[in-house]
């Protein structure tokens, strides 16, 4: 299974490019006239070329409409599509030459024969929304249970919190991927998961998990860092919300030369002069070269164990060899509580462990935690404010 062969190797190629391909579209789009020095001499609704918003746009009120950039020279005014309610009239789309001003809020969508909003049905995070609403009906809903949060498609938000707990990234169906922070209210701003949503989709289509390397780096938080290195060699600044080039004239680098000199993105704390890949990263390459530097060895490629990467480029929570399996922090070092010895009576334990209640308690700083197995999974069974009850693996309540 390490034998890398030809159609993987295209699908690299494509999987990359795909990658290097929507970061130089992006880059190619956007007018050099209009930075921002341009429009803060201009600013937004001062400026009486602005159209004023819709009288149902309130920007302190999140649910009241999608804010965008306006669709005039620079974007510089603000622009708003006022979401309608279920049961309002709404206009199924005749082609007109105004761009919309209300639209269907999230969750509804227009009804062509009535022409009014009405309820989605159908997709994953609808149907789950749906349950909670019946569940709550007749009282079947534990305390720390929290209704899903769909996106205007019908599909789930990229971020899923657990009361005093954490909030994690998850794909478009509700899965749990890469990204995490303590649940400190502002999920929607803090944990953006839009590296680590794309770097997950792009696993999906090449078909394996992506390699380090392969791939833009996301932070712990889900973002794109500033700083990638694509190609394992060439260096740029990238916007962590959408990972677009953020100096559009600006040179690559080699990654040899990167230093506060030759980037501006470039961070002292977190970058390192002249380098890139994280220590597991590194590892990972080194060892895949060595395996296929000895693949005709076969019993010397059997003793390389290749370790398991997070996005970040560092260590992924589950770590084994040939004796033990365990649970690791990010920066590499075996936490002691968690380790299992590879025996017979540990079976159960070993086949799912997962660390992710040891990592939850990790990012924690509050003083209620929840309690964790010898495996680092979550207890199932929690116990909070005097009351139990009961959780999947991530930690979120369930009604059994
Ligand atoms: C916008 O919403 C806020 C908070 O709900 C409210 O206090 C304010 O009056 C609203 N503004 C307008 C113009 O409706
Ligand atoms: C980074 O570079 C800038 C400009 O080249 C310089 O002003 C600044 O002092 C440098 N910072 C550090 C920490 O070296
Ligand atoms: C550098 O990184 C640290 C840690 O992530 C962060 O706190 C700091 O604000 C960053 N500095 C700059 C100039 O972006
Ligand atoms: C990877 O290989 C390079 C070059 O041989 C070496 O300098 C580096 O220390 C190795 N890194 C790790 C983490 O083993
Ligand atoms: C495997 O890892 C455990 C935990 O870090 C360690 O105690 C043990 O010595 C390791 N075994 C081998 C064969 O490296």
Known sequence: ????????????????????????????????????????????????????????????????????????????????????????????????????????????????????????????????????????????????????????????????????????????????????IENNGRAEFDLPCTCSRNFNEMGNIVGRKLRPGEYFRCAQNGAYEPL????????????????????????PVEIYALSNDTLPCFNKTVNMEGKFFRRCEELHMNRTKEIEDKKEDYDKVLAYELPDCTPDGNYAPVQQNITHKYCMTPQGIPLTEYILEKIPSNAKLLSNMNCKCAMALRIMSSEEKPSCLKNGNYNPKQCRRGACYTVDEDGNQIIS
Request: glycine share 8%; net charge negative.
């Open 228 to 251: 990638q290195c694509i190609y394992d060699t060439t260096c740029l600044c990238v916007d962590t919300m959408d990972g677009a080039p953020t100096y559009k004239n600006a040179i």
């Open 1 to 180: 299974m390490y034998i890398r062969t030809f159609s993987s190797t295209m699908q690299i190629i494509v999987g990359s490019l795909l990658l290097f391909m929507a970061v130089v579209t992006k880059a190619d789009d956007s007018s050099i006239m209009c930075t921002e020095s341009y429009c803060n001499k201009y600013p937004g609704q001062a400026d009486p070329a602005c159209p004023t918003l819709p009288s149902l746009c309130n920007k302190t009120k999140s649910d009241s409409g999608i804010f965008l950039p306006s669709p005039t020279p620079c974007n510089c005014c603000d622009f708003c599509i006022a979401y309608l309610n279920e049961g309002d009239t709404c206009s199924t789309g005749e082609k007109t030459s105004d761009s919309p001003t209300e639209i269907c809020g999230p969750g509804l969508y227009c009804d062509q024969t009535t022409e009014k909003c009405r309820k989605m049905t159908g997709t994953l995070c609808l149907n789950a929304q749906a349950k909670y609403d019946a569940d709550k009906a007749v009282g079947k809903v534990g305390d720390y249970q929290v209704r899903p949060s769909c996106d205007g498609d019908g599909y789930y938000v990229p971020y899923q919190c657990i009361p005093g707990g954490i909030c994690y990234c998850v794909d478009k169906d509700g899965n749990r991927i890469f990204g995490s």
